[in-house]
């Protein structure tokens, strides 16, 4: 068996050269492959003529691709030249990290797709106009966080964007509208510094959406728990209404 048939996972970084740093505004400095298609393709393009080791130089910043077997062992690392560089071109859209955004972006929920597209193209979105909160609350909850591809670095971006210019008290209602996944993508909004860092006043929560959100994340998230105790400020009432 080829020591590259083990593979199961592939590690990506991207360049710090200048010459060469990508120009796509939402590619992540790091990314894994997981897909076994994508695998293949991408030990059909491997280098030959490798020292019997496997070590590659990836010095002054070039960026490199390391495979791994199951075990979490290093096989190989190689910078990427001739036609994996290609490969792993950001702007390229056959290239792997395109293929990553655009599987993130064709799975957005309905009514967020153009504005993901958007997003994975590497243009200003267009607004996302009558999409309630809860809808973005249960997008950000399906984000895996660990394995990361391509298109992470969006699908955590994307949500947290569409949620903080939204006031506190329509996603504070949310809150109590959304699902398991929502509440995920909610603690996660409401413990990052697209919340913490709002004015006390605009951090005040009523009662029943703080302990939605306390009671999930000490089940769920306890990281992030103290966060939210000592960022989540109780409002004076329940003062929510439908509008």
Do not use: N
């Amino acid at each position: 068996m080829k020591p590259t048939s083990r593979t199961v996972r592939i590690a990506v970084t991207a360049s710090r050269t200048a010459a060469d740093r990508p120009q796509h505004p939402h590619h992540p400095d790091a990314y894994e492959i997981l897909d076994r298609a994508e695998i293949v393709q991408v030990l059909a393009l491997w280098p030959q003529g490798e020292a019997h080791d496997g070590f590659a130089c990836m010095c002054h910043g070039g960026g490199g691709v390391s495979l791994y077997e199951a075990g979490g062992e290093r096989i190989r690392s190689a910078a990427p030249t001739g036609p994996l560089r290609h490969l792993f071109d950001p702007l390229d859209p056959a290239g792997l990290p395109a293929r990553h955004r655009d599987r993130w972006a064709a799975a957005a929920p309905a009514g967020l797709r153009a504005y993901a597209a958007d997003l994975a193209h590497g243009t200003v979105p267009g607004p996302a106009h009558g999409v309630p909160p809860a809808v973005v609350f249960g997008w950000l909850g399906a984000v895996r966080e660990e394995p990361r591809d391509a298109a992470w670095l969006l699908a955590e971006r994307a949500p947290l964007r569409l949620l903080a210019g939204r006031p506190t008290e329509e996603l504070a209602w949310a809150v109590r509208e959304t699902d398991r996944a929502g509440l995920e993508g909610a603690v996660r909004f409401f413990a990052s510094e697209e919340f913490t860092t709002r004015h006390p006043k605009r951090r005040r929560v009523p009662d029943t959406a703080r302990d939605l959100l306390l009671r999930y994340a000490r089940s769920h998230r306890p990281a992030d728990l103290p966060v939210l105790e000592r960022r989540l400020l109780r409002a004076a009432e329940d003062r929510i209404r439908r509008s």
